[in-house]
């Protein structure tokens, strides 16, 4: 039987053409994943995470967006559609993975395991709404889980801290 997953390098993720990647890569870096959507009132924090991405990227930084229609079908577009309108609207730059689910029986096992690292309010091991954000140190453990409603520029302190 293998182990319990330890750290996101125990993952892989696939990209939006449908190539499976595996996250190993990302160890020694630090990762925000987020469940995003397009047509979302959370939806202008791509831009947030773009900035994000352009402070710190050089440092060692990486965003890993995952697309999710879990939430009011808010994510409605194939791949194309998604990344187009992330590259016209919010000058995207980051990279965008393929959509996912976040919670039920589909769940992708990278967000079981984000959701058991670090719960919700309560407890809760369910994300509630699109742009709940995971915060991954360098040796590849979640740090904190973050709500939709915090916005991106409130979690420089955290990131800098890691980086």
Same mark, same amino acid.
């Given at each position: 039987?293998? $182990? ?11 990209? @939006?053409? =449908?190539?499976?990647? +595996?996250?190993? $890569? ?12 397009? &047509? ?6 791509? +831009? ?8 710190? #990227? ?14 009011? =079908?808010?994510?409605? =577009? $194939? ?15 980051? @990279? ?8 039920? @029986? ?8 984000? &959701?058991?690292?670090? @719960? =919700?309010?309560? #407890? +809760? ?11 991954? $140190? ?26």
């Amino acid at each position: 039987m293998r $182990d319990s997953p330890r750290t996101i390098a125990d993952f892989s993720a696939v990209l @939006p053409n =449908g190539e499976e990647v +595996s996250l190993a $890569d990302r160890l020694g870096k630090v990762v925000l994943v987020v469940n995003t959507a397009s &047509k979302c009132g959370f939806t202008p924090q791509y +831009s947030g995470l773009e900035e994000l991405w352009q402070k710190y #990227g050089e440092r060692g930084f990486e965003v890993m967006a995952f697309p999710c229609n879990q939430f009011g =079908g808010q994510e409605p =577009g $194939d791949a194309d559609e998604i990344s187009a309108f992330c590259e016209v609207n919010f000058g995207l730059s980051f @990279p965008l993975m393929g959509k996912v689910e976040v919670n039920g @029986p589909g769940t992708a096992p990278l967000y079981e395991w984000l &959701k058991t690292q670090a @719960p =919700g309010l309560l #407890g +809760s091991k369910s994300i509630k709404w699109n742009f709940t954000k995971f915060l991954i $140190d360098r040796q590849g453990k979640v740090v904190r889980r973050y709500a939709p409603t915090d916005k991106p520029a409130a979690l420089t302190g955290d990131i800098e801290a890691l980086l």
